[in-house]
């Protein structure tokens, strides 16, 4: 059988020997918070290490992820408008180049076939921010990259679709 200190050290806890205790042993360090547990009966007393720097980057890289999705809603929804007529030309949003700028209609048939890759790359975003935060091994700043790069992506290949459905659909000035 092991010993209640190699259990504790076994699940990530430190544990601290009762005498160390009694005399105000201090476990905190800087980039650690301590939270004592109730003592245990016997030699030792575990105490629940809390690595903040750990639970500050998982903090982080939840509001990164939470930042990602809401961009992939808001170039979506967005997106969406423009193709309905509902968002009218303008500087500020949209896919906008001189082709797609040229016109109304232009405005519009572009919006609608950039349609879309951005749904595609929305989701595909939104599925790996969720991937990667349930699963340990991705919770990295790099997995926000990769998301980052499939929103971005997404809006690059908009582009040439929007311009191909332009030019096949209105007649060259």
Do not use: Y
């Not at 547990?37 to 903090?59: E, H, N, Y």
Request: aromatic share 6%; proline share 5%; charged share 15%.
């Amino acid at each position: 059988m092991t010993d209640l200190h190699d259990e504790v050290q076994d699940w990530g806890v430190a544990a601290l020997k009762r005498s160390d205790w009694s005399r105000g042993a201090s476990w905190h360090r800087a980039s650690s918070a301590v939270i004592p547990l109730m003592p245990v009966v016997g030699r030792t007393l575990p105490v629940f290490c809390w690595d903040t720097t750990a639970v500050t980057m998982l903090g982080a890289l939840v509001f990164a992820r939470s930042l990602e999705i809401g961009a992939a809603a808001l170039i979506t929804w967005l997106t969406w408008r423009a193709a309905n007529g509902s968002l009218p030309r303008n500087g500020f949003a949209g896919v906008r180049t001189s082709v797609t700028l040229s016109s109304d209609a232009a405005w519009r048939i572009g919006h609608r076939a950039a349609l879309r890759p951005t749904i595609v790359s929305a989701i595909a975003t939104v599925a790996w921010c969720a991937v990667s935060l349930g699963v340990a091994p991705l919770r990295t700043p790099v997995a926000v990259l990769v998301a980052a790069g499939l929103l971005v992506g997404g809006a690059l290949l908009s582009i040439p679709a929007a311009h191909r459905a332009v030019r096949q659909s209105l007649p060259e000035s």
